[in-house]
C-alpha cells in the first residue's frame, strides 16, 4: 500500500503561481509512475502531468510551459510547480502513484482555485 499525502493547495489570482507536494510513504524510485491529475465540478478526472521512474515526463496540452512536475527523492515527494494560472486550472488535484504490480493509488486531493 503507498499512502499519498497532497498539499499546497489554495486560492489564488490568474497569473499567480502555487506549488503543490505530494508526500509518498514508499520510495518513489520503488514506484513506476508518479502523476497529478485533476477534477473540476462536472468534468472527469484528467492527467496533468505525470513523472516516470526514469525521470520522463509527460504534460497535458493545456498546461504546456506552464507546469512542470519535480521530484525530490530524499523525501518521496513529488512536486507540481504552476505558474501562469488561469481559471480554468481551477479544480481538485490529486495525486496518483502507479506501482510495478500495476495497482493505482490516489491521494485525497487539494483545492485550487484561481480567482479573476
Known amino acids: 500500500q503507498v499512502q499519498l499525502v497532497e498539499s499546497g493547495g489554495g486560492l489564488v489570482q490568474v497569473g499567480g503561481s502555487l506549488r503543490l507536494s505530494c508526500a509518498s510513504s514508499?520510495?518513489?524510485?520503488?514506484?513506476?509512475?508518479m502523476g497529478w491529475y485533476r477534477q473540476a465540478p462536472g468534468e472527469q478526472r484528467e492527467s496533468v502531468a505525470v513523472?516516470?521512474?526514469?525521470?520522463?515526463?509527460t504534460y497535458a496540452d493545456s498546461v504546456k510551459g506552464r507546469f512542470t512536475i519535480s521530484r525530490e527523492l530524499a523525501k518521496n515527494t513529488i512536486y507540481l510547480q504552476m505558474t501562469s494560472l488561469k481559471p480554468e486550472d481551477t479544480a481538485v488535484y490529486y495525486c496518483?502513484?502507479?506501482?510495478?504490480?500495476?495497482?493505482?493509488?490516489w491521494g485525497q486531493g487539494t483545492q485550487v482555485t484561481v480567482s479573476s
Open positions: 514508499r520510495n518513489i524510485f520503488s514506484i513506476r509512475t
Open positions: 513523472l516516470t521512474n526514469t525521470g520522463i515526463t
Open positions: 496518483k502513484a502507479v506501482t510495478y504490480d500495476g495497482d493505482n493509488h
